[in-house]
């Protein structure tokens, strides 16, 4: 007895050709590629806690983001690296004081992300 296959087959477009193959890449849109170092949740919520303040210290940030000193260290470097944030140390007292600000390049970055974001919404249909 022969099985019958009760969904409809379908051939790859690779299977059909090259022509088939560009046909099927030009119907999809384009999905921008977007910035992995912003993209890590902590990361994220660094740029995104700078966005909306003019600069946070490093326990207000650690609160905020719900994460360990060493865990928000790393990530602020990172950043602080790609020249996203600036970190400027001082005193209160005899304490000693992290602040962090997002930089234009930062900013821009991250407005960028957020384009880039936004745009996967739409090529997803929603």
């Not at 790393?74 to 007292?93: D, N, P, T």
Request: aromatic share 6%; with cysteine; proline share 6%.
């Amino acid at each position: 007895m022969a099985k019958s296959n009760p969904l409809p087959s379908h051939r790859s477009p690779r299977a059909a050709g090259p022509n088939a193959v560009e046909a099927a890449r030009s119907m999809q849109p384009a999905i921008p590629d977007f910035d992995r170092l912003i993209h890590e949740r902590i990361r994220l919520g660094i740029i995104s806690a700078l966005a909306a303040n003019q600069s946070l210290a490093f326990n207000e940030l650690k609160r905020l983001l719900k994460t360990t000193d060493g865990n928000l260290s790393v990530h602020a470097r990172k950043l602080e690296e790609a020249k996203y944030i600036a970190c400027s140390k001082s005193f209160e007292g005899r304490m000693p004081k992290t602040e962090y600000a997002l930089t234009a390049a930062g900013r821009k970055a991250f407005e960028k992300y957020l384009d880039h974001m936004e745009a996967l919404i739409q090529a997803m249909g929603r």
